[in-house]
T-cell receptor, first 111, second 112 residues
């Protein structure tokens, strides 16, 4: 089983749509959770950390279910500039805090 | 806003040659990292570094790889004898007090 699993997509959605990405992780010792976005041939950029209570940042909402080892990201009112690959990332805090990445879900927002 | 910087942006080398990739982490961060991403694949952890020591390394980080913090600002990754399969994007990252890692723009390494 992959350590972090995501649907690779692509998700093609019209501008203004709501889109949801899901992710599962296998290491129950994982303690830190993140969503990054990556544009083509660029570095991963932190979108948001994911907290147990769920958290929202503008049009973006992240949820975490530790019991199911499941993380989600919801993007509302999607914009052309949201087109990117969204990376689900987990870490076991302590030691080196190394990040384990999913393969990413590609989003294309169209006119 | 402070950023992680990396040089060079692109490095082309012949198989068997040594390369040094350079990074300047964000100044008040204490943990530094190298990751790599082979084209079309996921980002993979290589090594973490804290207090002038490796704190964790992956199976990829074999004897051909080394890291160093030669001064108060630079953080380097050396590959002693490059192989074709070392061709990838190499990202440096540093971590803040909220355990959030910030990545540099990467060095694209091409081994011929």
């Amino acid at each position: 089983r992959k350590e972090v699993e995501q649907d690779p997509g692509p998700f093609n959605v019209p501008e203004g749509a709501t889109v949801a990405f899901n992710c599962t992780y296998s290491n129950s010792a994982s303690q830190s959770f993140f969503w990054y976005r990556q544009d083509c041939r660029k570095e991963p950029k932190l979108l948001m950390s994911v907290y147990s209570s769920g958290n929202e940042d503008g049009r973006f909402t992240a949820q975490l279910n530790r019991a199911s080892q499941y993380i989600s990201l919801l993007i509302r009112d999607s914009k052309l500039s949201d087109s990117a690959t969204y990376l689900c990332v987990v870490a076991v805090t302590g030691g080196g805090n190394k990040l384990t990445f999913g393969t990413g879900t590609q989003l294309k927002v169209e006119l | 806003e402070p950023e992680v910087t990396q040089t060079p942006s692109h490095q082309v080398t012949q198989m068997g040659q040594e390369v040094i990739l350079r990074c300047v982490p964000i100044s008040n961060h204490l943990y530094f990292y190298w990751y790599r991403q082979i084209l079309g694949q996921k980002v993979e952890f290589l090594v973490s570094f804290y207090n002038n020591e490796i704190s964790e390394k992956s199976e990829i980080f074999d004897d051909q790889f080394s890291v160093e913090r030669p001064d108060g600002s630079n953080f380097t990754l050396k590959i002693r004898s490059t192989k074709l399969e070392d061709s990838a994007m190499y990202f440096c990252a540093s971590i803040n007090v909220r355990n959030e890692q910030f990545f540099g723009p990467g060095t694209r390494l091409t081994v011929l």
